[in-house]
């Protein structure tokens, strides 16, 4: 059996809430500090969320994936250019791993 830690967690953003899940389910008293007044984070704020594979599988170990699915939409690809038109990015994520995409939120 592990000791209990009081962990503090500074931010709750994407890592920072994931953290704190992570560490809570293990048994640990945490305490999240946010400088964003609790009344605004329960009022949307931005243009939205996009999350890498990397972080869907963060998502699966915290059982949040299936869910996340459901409102999310998938991107296969990420694709910026310049104003006059050139390409700057051009990423496929089939081209690193088959069945890899993006999820946005």
Same mark, same amino acid.
Not at 36 to 47: F, I, M
């Given at each position: ?17 994931? +953290?704190? @899940?992570?560490?809570?389910?293990? *048994?640990?008293? =945490? ?6 007044? %609790?009344?605004? &984070? /329960?009022?949307?704020?931005? +243009?939205? @969320?996009?999350?890498?594979?990397? *972080?869907?599988? =963060? ?6 994936? %299936?869910?996340? &699915? /459901? ?35």
């Amino acid at each position: 059996m592990r000791p209990v830690r009081h962990v503090g967690v500074v931010g709750l953003g994407t890592a920072g809430a994931a +953290a704190a @899940i992570f560490l809570a389910r293990l *048994g640990h008293k =945490v305490t999240v500090f946010e400088r964003t007044p %609790e009344s605004a &984070l /329960k009022t949307p704020v931005g +243009a939205g @969320i996009g999350i890498q594979p990397i *972080g869907l599988c =963060v998502l699966k170990r915290l059982g949040l994936l %299936e869910e996340n &699915l /459901k409102y999310g939409a998938r991107i296969d690809r990420l694709y910026s250019s310049t104003s006059s038109g050139r390409a700057v990015l051009d990423l496929k994520y089939s081209d690193f791993r088959e069945g890899l995409f993006g999820l946005v939120l």
